[in-house]
């Protein structure tokens, strides 16, 4: 099974609606991210989690919210959607690990998502 | 403001060749660089990962080198085959501030049978 799993991996939704991307990991890590990318963007980071009682905003929060349910669960929500919200989503975990593993980040396999 | 950029944004190669890909950024202040691997529908994977203070690292039959004075990193695949087909990008994360990945836009590679 996958250490990094999304759900759903495809949606497609109508501007105004309210979305919920989900995220869950088995790989014990503390830290979670939510990424979107866009063709020719690269990848931007919407919101991070230190830990359950830890939320960052990244570079681009604006519509978006998180939810840290759990140490394996980082949700992201999109409380009015916008045809700008168009984009494939990712979310990746990392730890502490030794000097040579910290930060390597590991990503689920993505969230199509399409707002019309 | 940290910029990143990879150049070329695609590249197709034989197989056997050894190729380099390049990575650029701006800002010599970060604390590591990392490179990974995106095959089509799929998420990211890491291949790399290059602390600010190493010159390089190795797994396989790659290698990737960091120079911080001349901002810039290579990733080195010796030995090209199809399945290294793939979009390859480059991170880097800044020294302080934000916690934040600044990720390149990807080389695209294809691996001619």
């Known amino acids: 099974d996958a250490d990094v799993t999304q759900t759903p991996r495809n949606r497609i939704t109508k501007t105004g609606k309210r979305i919920m991307l989900e995220c869950s990991q088995t790989?014990?890590?503390?830290?979670m991210y939510w990424y979107r990318q866009d063709p020719g963007l690269g990848l931007q980071l919407i919101y991070y989690?230190?830990?359950?009682?830890?939320?960052n905003k990244g570079e681009i929060s604006d519509g978006y919210s998180v939810s840290r349910q759990a140490q394996a669960k980082f949700s992201l929500s999109l409380e009015s959607a916008i045809p700008n919200q168009t984009a494939l989503y990712f979310c990746?975990?990392?730890?502490?690990?030794?000097?040579?593993?910290?930060?390597?980040?590991?990503f689920g396999p993505g969230t199509r998502l399409t707002v019309l | 403001k940290q910029e990143v950029t990879q150049i070329p944004a695609a590249l197709s190669v034989p197989e056997g060749e050894n190729l380099v890909l390049n990575c650029s950024f701006t800002?010599?202040?970060?604390?590591?660089l990392q490179w990974f691997r995106q095959d089509p529908g799929k998420g990211l994977t890491s291949l790399l990962l290059i602390q600010s203070s190493q010159r390089e690292q190795t797994s396989g039959r790659l290698n990737a080198s960091l120079d911080k004075s001349s901002g810039r990193s290579t990733l080195y695949i010796a030995a090209s085959q199809p399945g290294d087909s793939a979009t390859y990008l480059c991170?880097?994360?800044?020294?302080?501030?934000?916690?934040?990945?600044?990720f390149g836009t990807g080389t695209r590679l294809k691996v001619l049978a």
């Open positions: 800002d010599s202040a970060i604390y590591n």
């Open positions: 790989k014990g890590h503390d830290r």
């Open positions: 991170a880097v994360r800044r020294t302080s501030g934000t916690y934040k990945y600044i």
């Open positions: 989690s230190f830990d359950v009682k830890d939320i």
């Open positions: 990746a975990t990392s730890d502490l690990g030794d000097r040579g593993t910290r930060d390597t980040q590991y």
